[in-house]
T-cell receptor, first 116, second 114 residues
């Protein structure tokens, strides 16, 4: 297992276009998280899945954002009608069922989105 | 509302020196305090973590000091090396079912000069 994998690593898109990112968590991890990190800031929580159920969403996740984890394995994060303020690093993390709370996170390398 | 405040924003230390980064939190429900290290183009990687039942935890050159009454914790990097140059984030979360978020500080960019 090579850790949490995110694709693509970089995405440049024009304002108003839709983009979709993919995250493949560590295979035995049942929890999956999306965070957003803007330049000079720490990661900010967006949403969380336990298996295929989306259990928590941040107020940062506007109605232009949608996340899915259809079979409890990989997850996708879609941003519709992108805005320049969406430019950020989108980080995915996963954690195993053997831990509780915020323990045991492994982050991927992220997808850097630039909206022009 | 920023729940975890981190300082300094940047730090320059000579090789062999001690790097100290400080964090303060507000939410008394937090009971898990990890530090993450992030290199450019990479995601954060867990460095060391502490729970409030101990005041200090050491792993190699990295030590966390924790002051529960002051709601503060700090990272000390002993014998700092150029390879330690990275951005460090403190974070806080809950060790228990029902809350899985981590709240991060804004980060400290550490530069260790030879």
């Amino acid at each position: 297992d090579t850790g949490v994998s995110q694709d693509p690593r970089h995405k440049i898109t024009k304002r108003g276009q839709n983009v979709t990112f993919r995250c493949d968590p560590i295979s035995e991890h049942n929890r999956l998280y999306w965070y957003r990190q803007t330049l000079g800031q720490g990661p900010e929580f967006l949403t969380y899945f336990q298996n295929e159920a989306q259990l928590e969403k941040s107020r940062l996740l506007s109605d232009r954002f949608s996340a899915e984890r259809p079979k409890g394995s990989f997850s996708t994060l879609e941003i519709q009608r992108t805005e320049q303020g969406d430019s950020a690093m989108y980080l995915c993390a996963s954690s195993p069922r053997s831990t509780q709370g915020a323990i045991g996170y492994t982050f991927g390398s992220g997808t850097r989105l630039t909206v022009v | 509302q920023q729940q975890v405040k981190q300082s300094p924003q940047s730090l320059i230390v000579q090789k062999g020196g001690i790097s100290i980064i400080n964090c303060a939190y507000e939410n008394t429900a937090f009971d898990y305090f990890p530090w993450y290290q992030q290199f450019p183009g990479k995601g954060p990687a867990l460095l060391i973590a502490i729970r409030p039942d101990v005041s200090e935890k050491k792993e190699g050159r990295f030590t966390i000091s924790f002051n529960k009454s002051a709601k503060q914790f700090s990272l000390h990097i002993m014998d700092s090396q150029p390879g330690d140059s990275a951005t460090y984030f403190c974070a806080a979360g809950v060790d228990g079912a029902g809350s899985y978020q981590l709240t991060f500080g804004k980060g400290t960019k550490l530069s260790v000069i030879p």
